[in-house]
């Protein structure tokens, strides 16, 4: 079956960094389009990153976050540097054709 297994946040300082994995099975990884979202405690699930044909990024993380995807490891990554406090939220990976998450990691920015 599907599966997507996101690893590699923790708590970060103001201005830190974090690259976080998304190892996926159960489908042709490459020749997928896949996506990042976020959740901040109380707010909606909001896209961050996509790469496909194309890469694209949501405008807060424009410049700071870097996605990018290595086919022979089946892995989804997400670069993320000079964090904010605003960046603190649970990451997911995302495949749009299946139409399935993973279960996230949490991301944490704070002195």
């Known amino acids: 079956q599907v599966q997507l297994v996101e690893s590699g946040g923790g708590l970060v300082q103001p201005g830190g960094s974090l690259k976080l994995s998304c190892s996926a099975s159960g489908f042709t990884f490459s020749s997928q389009s896949m996506s990042w979202y976020r959740q901040a405690p109380g707010q909606e699930r909001e896209w961050v990153a996509s790469?496909?044909?194309?890469?694209s990024y949501t405008a807060s993380v424009q410049g700071r976050f870097t996605i990018a995807r290595d086919n022979a490891k089946n892995t989804l990554y997400l670069q993320m540097n000079s964090l904010k406090p605003e960046d603190t939220a649970v990451y997911y990976c995302?495949?749009?054709?299946?139409?399935?998450w993973g279960q996230g990691t949490q991301v944490t920015v704070s002195s």
């Open positions: 790469i496909g044909l194309s890469i």
């Open positions: 995302y495949t749009h054709v299946y139409k399935t």
